[in-house]
């Protein structure tokens, strides 16, 4: 089974503060795509950040960035300048190329507490 | 609408009873998705349409779960004789497919949560 491993179950962080959560993951793929969704307590999953496993360089999207590094199967993610907005539920999620029906596989997600 | 929808927002069953969840994707996706998220839980995936067609049903977890999607659009989630270990927020979820391809990001709908007593 491919799993995925969120090791911080809950994390919290300053406002205004820098903040990295760690994924792991394990597949014997070599072509996938990797995702960070937020779920904010009202339920609804929201897409944060994605990275394709072929590309070397680190995807950004204003305030959030990963850490990709392929060989140690390992996908974090950061927040700078943390706003209280970013407090909710964070899910690693990998969808690998084998799967066939593209589905994403969860990890167990990390709650994040932003401190005023 | 803009999103994806799913109805209804809650739904309180009986051990026994039949439940039937909705989800209305995003008009023009022809991918979609459900998962079970259990409380405390990341989301598990449960079964995928490409339009009216489920070609992969290899996460429901028994014969007593049934999906359905007749014209490749509104789909039901259709769970019968409701166990407690059902108990769970059944996410719906819906992508575009171009040019053969499916597109990566997932919409995701706001979830019904069942509660079987």
């Known amino acids: 089974a491919q799993t995925v491993t969120q090791s911080q179950p809950e994390m919290s962080v300053q406002e205004a503060e820098t903040v990295t959560l760690s994924c792991t993951y394990d597949?014997?793929?070599?072509?996938?795509?990797l995702f960070w969704y937020k779920q904010p307590p009202s339920r609804q999953m929201i897409l944060v950040i994605r990275q394709e496993a072929y590309k070397q360089q680190n995807a950004t999207e204003n305030r959030f960035s990963v850490n990709f590094q392929k060989a140690a199967k390992s996908f974090s993610l950061k927040i700078s300048d943390s706003q209280l907005g970013d407090a909710a539920m964070y899910f690693c999620?990998?969808?690998?190329?084998?799967?066939?029906?593209?589905?994403?596989?969860f990890g167990k997600g990390t709650k994040l507490s932003v401190i005023p | 609408g803009a999103g994806v929808s799913q109805s209804p927002r809650y739904k309180v069953a009986k051990r026994g009873q039949d439940v039937a969840l909705r989800c209305d994707p995003i008009?023009?996706?022809?991918?979609l998705f459900w998962y079970q998220q259990a409380l405390g839980q990341g989301p598990e995936f449960l079964t995928y349409?490409?339009?009216?067609?489920?070609?992969?049903k290899s996460g429901l977890p028994s014969d007593r779960f049934f999906a359905e999607r007749p014209e490749g659009s509104v789909s039901t989630l259709k769970i019968q004789r409701t166990q407690q270990e059902d108990s769970a927020v059944y996410l719906c979820?819906?992508?575009?497919?171009?040019?053969?391809?499916?597109?990566?990001?997932?919409?995701f709908g706001p979830g019904t949560r069942l509660t079987v007593l």
């Open positions: 979820a819906s992508s575009l497919v171009l040019g053969g391809v499916v597109y990566n990001e997932q919409f």
């Open positions: 008009s023009g996706h022809v991918s």
């Open positions: 349409f490409q339009n009216e067609a489920q070609l992969d």
């Open positions: 597949t014997s793929e070599s072509d996938y795509y």
């Open positions: 999620a990998p969808r690998y190329s084998g799967a066939g029906s593209y589905q994403l596989t």
